[in-house]
């Protein structure tokens, strides 16, 4: 044991421990129980939610007396009637057959109303441009007349009337749009020629004909954003695929060889070390020069606080970059130890290549759960009720029907929150288990050449069925403080509609400490996660013995998460750049004059890339962990003729052991 070590706990390792252990028992095989338990309610709440509910209601627009266009839901069939035509800005509109297009973009002598359409003599437009459904039957449908809508047969004064009302009546002008989401959306060009004439003056005091549907805008905007978007990936599609996916696995291959290189990880862990102590004396440095720059500005420009504020900012940098210089001489043995826990990992995943597939399964895994989750989340988001809100257009009152949710539906949200959050963790829970398993093996094998991707199926097969309890105990932890912090985010929303400063800085606080002790909980199961995968126990005897690990080996695990950092964060974005970069390149010469932006694609590529990369370096992650607590376990049982350890580790141990 290293003199750094602190003599807490027993010691990590038993008597007669010789590897891996191959005698395991079902561990906290109740905590399995529960997580099925849960899947099994959650089915029958969603079956519940798709009897119940209408996911219809979601996806299709409802209109101003509560009818969804499109269906049958509501008291008028609407089946033939899939578009919603707004006719105010308090969302309200009817449903109709097809989105008009207009050749004069606006007939300001048609109106749209709650009950059909209302046209004066000098209308252009007909019941076939524009095919509103029959709302005659509906107790809040409303009519327009002359004095209500049209005064004096007047656009100007027809704007202003109480059945126009600016925008916030029960009837609006036909205008040319274009469908998005089974909406109508109003073009630029027919809310410009409107404007001209129904407010030609440009009087202050009227709303702009542009700002009366806000949601428009952003639907528009949204069209054109998606519109192209959408061509340049269908052209680049197949360039997405292959660029996106398959270069990279090469490169994360690549880069996991090259740390093998003599030179090369010494070169980046020294690098970034170097980097981040001449980032602290370079800010300390402009800080100085800025006060000094302040203090003789004539006339001065800033105050003797602030100049103060900046020079003892120097200082107080200066002071942080020697302390980063005396902690990296005190650590230099720990970042060697560190630097070998990475090589020996990146051995391990060239051993077994197909340890970089787990993730990909894991990624399946999470997706069928997400396509049922969704299903029941659609179908009980669409299990509300109808409210009616008034508002006051002149003399007469305007109704819009809303969604709200009774008590039992939100609960019911809450809790299907709360099987997301378990399910999702359990899946990475038992990736690390898997992970720490195979390499484990790996590692306590003294021939490592019968050691390969076989490993990886045989530790997901041992992992599933003996420990996937282990992982449903640790992530129902995390689960249960992710739920925390979500109702903590929801009362944070409270208080800032009622503008409480006291409860939302009480609040604050409290979502902090619980973002900690998540951080902390996190680091704490993947430690533990790791013994179990080495010695079959329990999550709660795994937890304590690693907990104990961590104290009487702080500084190592302080270099590793350092370094390990460092090398994580470069391989992620050496993973990224290069495959982004090539994809630039290649796809500007072979399709670039075929795009309307290039942009698209490769933000598409770049973040398929920064995802597999940062899948490839979670495995990483995970393995510089397990070798850390392998080599531990070796160094507490072994001499150091008979370690596992080689290379890199076993020339640390003969230096400084």
Same mark, same amino acid.
């Given at each position: 044991?290293?003199? @750094?070590?602190?003599?807490?706990?027993?010691?990590?390792?038993?008597? @007669?421990?010789?590897?891996?252990?191959?005698?395991?028992?079902?561990?906290?095989?109740?905590?399995?129980?529960?997580?099925?338990?849960?899947?099994?309610?959650?089915?029958?709440?969603?079956?519940?939610?798709?009897?119940?509910?209408?996911?219809?209601?979601?996806?299709?627009?409802?209109?101003?007396?509560?009818?969804?266009?499109?269906?049958?839901?509501?008291?008028?069939?609407?089946?033939?009637?899939?578009?919603?035509?707004?006719?105010?800005?308090?969302?309200?509109?009817?449903?109709?057959?097809?989105?008009?297009?207009?050749?004069?973009?606006?007939?300001?002598?048609?109106?749209?109303?709650?009950?059909?359409?209302?046209?004066?003599?000098?209308?252009?437009?007909?019941?076939?441009?524009?095919?509103?459904?029959?709302?005659?039957?509906?107790?809040?449908?409303?009519?327009?007349?002359?004095?209500?809508?049209?005064?004096?047969? @007047?656009?100007?004064?027809?704007?202003? =009337?109480?059945?126009?009302?600016?925008?916030?009546?029960?009837?609006?002008?036909?205008?040319?749009?274009?469908?998005?989401?089974?909406?109508?959306?109003?073009?630029?060009?027919?809310?410009?020629?409107?404007?001209?004439?129904?407010?030609?003056?440009?009087?202050?005091?009227?709303?702009?004909?542009?700002?009366?549907?806000?949601?428009?805008?952003?639907?528009?905007?949204?069209?054109?954003?998606?519109?192209?978007?959408?061509?340049?990936?269908?052209?680049?599609?197949?360039?997405?695929?292959?660029?996106?996916?398959?270069?990279?696995?090469?490169?994360?291959?690549?880069?996991?060889?090259?740390?093998?290189?003599?030179?090369?990880?010494?070169?980046?862990?020294?690098?970034?070390?170097?980097?981040?102590?001449?980032?602290?004396?370079?800010?300390?440095?402009?800080?100085?020069?800025?006060?000094?720059?302040?203090?003789?500005?004539?006339?001065?420009?800033?105050?003797?606080?602030?100049?103060?504020?900046?020079?003892?900012?120097?200082?107080?940098?200066?002071?942080?970059?020697?302390?980063?210089?005396?902690?990296?001489?005190?650590?230099?043995?720990?970042?060697?130890?560190?630097?070998?826990?990475?090589?020996?990992?990146?051995?391990?995943?060239?051993?077994?290549?197909?340890?970089?597939?787990?993730?990909?399964?894991?990624?399946?895994?999470?997706?069928?759960?997400?396509?049922?989750?969704?299903?029941?989340?659609?179908?009980?988001?669409?299990?509300?009720?109808?409210?009616?809100?008034?508002?006051?257009?002149?003399?007469?009152?305007?109704?819009?029907?809303?969604?709200?949710?009774?008590?039992?539906?939100?609960?019911?949200?809450?809790?299907?929150?709360?099987?997301?959050?378990?399910?999702?963790?359990?899946?990475?829970?038992?990736?690390?288990?898997?992970?720490?398993?195979?390499?484990?093996?790996?590692?306590?094998?003294?021939?490592?050449?019968?050691?390969?991707?076989?490993?990886?199926?045989?530790?997901?097969?041992?992992?599933?069925?003996?420990? =996937?309890?282990?992982?449903?105990?640790?992530?129902?932890?995390?689960?249960?403080?992710?739920?925390?912090?979500?109702?903590?985010?929801?009362?944070?929303?409270?208080?800032?509609?009622?503008?409480?400063?006291?409860?939302?800085?009480?609040?604050?606080?409290?979502?902090?400490?619980?973002?900690?002790?998540?951080?902390?909980?996190?680091?704490?199961?993947?430690?533990?996660?790791?013994?179990?995968?080495?010695?079959?126990?329990?999550?709660?005897?795994?937890?304590?013995?690693?907990?104990?690990?961590?104290?009487?080996?702080?500084?190592?695990?302080?270099?590793?998460?350092?370094?390990?950092?460092?090398?994580?964060?470069?391989?992620?974005?050496?993973?990224?750049?290069?495959?982004?970069?090539?994809?630039?390149?290649?796809?500007?010469?072979?399709?670039?004059?075929?795009?309307?932006?290039?942009?698209?694609?490769?933000?598409?590529?770049?973040?398929?890339?920064?995802?597999?990369?940062?899948?490839?370096?979670?495995?990483?992650?995970?393995?510089?962990?397990?070798?850390?607590?392998?080599?531990?376990?070796?160094?507490?049982?072994?001499? @150091?003729?008979?370690?596992?350890?080689?290379?890199?580790?076993?020339?640390?141990?003969?230096?400084?052991?």
């Amino acid at each position: 044991m290293s003199n @750094d070590e602190i003599d807490t706990g027993d010691k990590l390792t038993p008597a @007669d421990f010789s590897g891996v252990t191959s005698h395991r028992r079902c561990t906290d095989a109740l905590c399995a129980i529960l997580l099925w338990c849960m899947w099994f309610s959650m089915t029958g709440l969603g079956i519940y939610a798709m009897r119940m509910g209408d996911y219809r209601l979601i996806l299709y627009p409802l209109d101003y007396d509560g009818n969804v266009c499109g269906t049958d839901y509501g008291g008028i069939d609407m089946t033939e009637y899939p578009y919603l035509y707004y006719v105010n800005d308090f969302s309200g509109g009817v449903c109709v057959k097809e989105c008009p297009q207009l050749e004069s973009l606006t007939d300001p002598h048609t109106l749209v109303t709650y009950n059909g359409l209302y046209q004066t003599s000098n209308s252009t437009v007909t019941t076939a441009d524009i095919a509103i459904a029959d709302y005659s039957a509906s107790n809040d449908s409303l009519t327009c007349t002359e004095d209500l809508c049209y005064p004096n047969n @007047d656009p100007e004064s027809s704007f202003t =009337s109480s059945g126009v009302n600016q925008g916030k009546g029960f009837a609006y002008y036909a205008l040319d749009t274009y469908d998005v989401l089974w909406r109508c959306v109003f073009r630029d060009e027919a809310t410009e020629a409107l404007e001209k004439i129904v407010n030609p003056n440009n009087e202050a005091n009227l709303t702009a004909v542009t700002d009366l549907v806000p949601k428009n805008e952003n639907l528009k905007q949204g069209y054109n954003f998606w519109s192209n978007l959408y061509g340049d990936l269908w052209v680049a599609r197949y360039f997405i695929l292959g660029l996106g996916f398959g270069a990279p696995l090469v490169v994360g291959f690549l880069y996991s060889f090259a740390l093998r290189i003599p030179g090369v990880l010494a070169f980046m862990v020294w690098a970034s070390i170097f980097a981040t102590i001449g980032i602290f004396f370079a800010a300390a440095w402009y800080a100085g020069e800025t006060a000094t720059q302040w203090a003789s500005a004539d006339p001065p420009k800033y105050t003797q606080d602030e100049i103060n504020a900046a020079t003892y900012g120097s200082y107080g940098l200066y002071a942080a970059g020697g302390l980063l210089v005396l902690l990296f001489l005190f650590m230099r043995k720990r970042i060697q130890l560190a630097m070998g826990c990475v090589k020996e990992t990146s051995k391990a995943i060239t051993a077994m290549p197909g340890i970089i597939v787990f993730p990909v399964i894991q990624g399946l895994g999470l997706m069928v759960f997400m396509i049922a989750w969704c299903v029941y989340v659609a179908h009980l988001a669409s299990m509300g009720d109808f409210s009616t809100s008034q508002y006051d257009a002149g003399p007469i009152k305007i109704s819009v029907r809303t969604f709200e949710f009774s008590n039992f539906v939100k609960q019911c949200g809450w809790y299907l929150l709360f099987c997301f959050f378990w399910t999702s963790q359990f899946i990475l829970a038992m990736g690390e288990i898997i992970f720490a398993m195979s390499v484990s093996k790996w590692y306590f094998s003294r021939d490592k050449s019968n050691i390969g991707s076989a490993t990886v199926w045989t530790s997901i097969a041992t992992s599933m069925w003996y420990h =996937s309890g282990t992982a449903a105990f640790g992530s129902l932890i995390i689960a249960i403080i992710k739920m925390i912090r979500s109702f903590l985010a929801y009362l944070q929303r409270k208080a800032e509609e009622m503008d409480s400063s006291i409860a939302k800085a009480v609040l604050c606080c409290f979502q902090c400490c619980f973002w900690c002790l998540e951080k902390c909980m996190r680091f704490l199961n993947k430690n533990a996660y790791i013994q179990t995968a080495i010695f079959g126990s329990s999550f709660c005897t795994s937890a304590k013995e690693a907990f104990f690990l961590i104290l009487r080996n702080a500084a190592r695990i302080a270099a590793i998460t350092y370094v390990s950092g460092g090398v994580m964060f470069i391989g992620k974005v050496f993973i990224t750049s290069l495959t982004t970069g090539a994809a630039y390149v290649y796809m500007d010469q072979e399709i670039g004059d075929e795009l309307y932006s290039i942009i698209g694609p490769l933000f598409f590529i770049a973040a398929i890339s920064w995802f597999i990369a940062g899948m490839f370096m979670g495995v990483y992650d995970m393995g510089i962990a397990t070798i850390l607590q392998c080599f531990v376990a070796d160094e507490e049982m072994f001499e @150091d003729d008979q370690m596992y350890a080689e290379g890199d580790l076993k020339s640390w141990v003969d230096s400084h052991g």
